[in-house]
């Protein structure tokens, strides 16, 4: 195994962001390795961008396990399977339980579309758009048992322009994910003292 820290991104959608890591790695500007995406939706895009980038794709069903214990549980086995040390949480719309969190406890990053605490939750562009707020932004934060407030490792502020529609808005937001997210994960790589997750 090489010395590059391994990394599974979890998406449920789009993907984006998986792909703006994707290319990062690839350029070498973020020193890391995608040992595989960890996907719960059959269709979703960012299998197929997955593909693109030659990562491993593990595609589990949740509604195939009778507990989410269950379904965690098979993911931490095959996430230890692949020596997977860092969890990137890319647009993965489920909650993970404190079983999952504690295996991987302290190396679980998330981004959330929004200057936490404000909006937090699965619609946090809408919620800012909706509430008529100048500015939200973006979050990268460590995944605690507590949604959306673990530690924050990187936020930038994003205004809203009284001509954005929720359409424009969301653009821009995810034009600063895609910069933020590499980023915050590079930085978090580095200060972070490597030791496998046994
Ligand atoms: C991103 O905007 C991410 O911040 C958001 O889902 C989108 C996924 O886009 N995550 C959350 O709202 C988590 N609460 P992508 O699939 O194109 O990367």
Do not use: W
């Not at 820290?5 to 690839?26: D, H, Q, T, W, Y």
């Not at 040390?85 to 990053?109: C, D, N, S």
């Not at 959330?112 to 919620?127: E, V």
């Amino acid at each position: 195994m090489d010395a590059k820290p391994r990394l599974a991104v979890f998406c449920s959608g789009n993907g984006s962001n998986f792909e703006a890591i994707a290319a990062a790695v690839k350029k070498n500007k973020l020193r890391a390795r995608i040992a595989c995406l960890v996907c719960d939706k059959p269709g979703a895009r960012a299998v197929e961008r997955a593909h693109r980038y030659q990562v491993p794709v593990v595609l589990v069903n949740p509604k195939l396990f009778s507990s989410r214990k269950d379904y965690e549980k098979f993911i931490v086995r095959v996430l230890r399977n692949q020596g997977v040390e860092v969890v990137i949480l890319a647009g993965f719309m489920r909650i993970l339980t404190p079983h999952f969190i504690r295996a991987y406890q302290g190396k679980i990053l998330n981004i959330h579309p929004s200057y936490l605490p404000q909006f937090k939750g699965a619609h946090a562009i809408r919620d800012a758009y909706e509430a008529g707020v100048r500015e939200t932004g973006v979050t990268v934060h460590l995944v605690t048992e507590d949604v959306d407030t673990g530690p924050i490792l990187a936020q930038e502020r994003v205004k809203i322009r009284p001509s954005d529609t929720l359409a424009s808005l969301e653009k821009r937001i995810h034009a600063v994910e895609h910069r933020l997210y590499p980023a915050a994960i590079t930085a978090f790589l580095k200060s972070t003292p490597f030791k496998k997750i046994k």
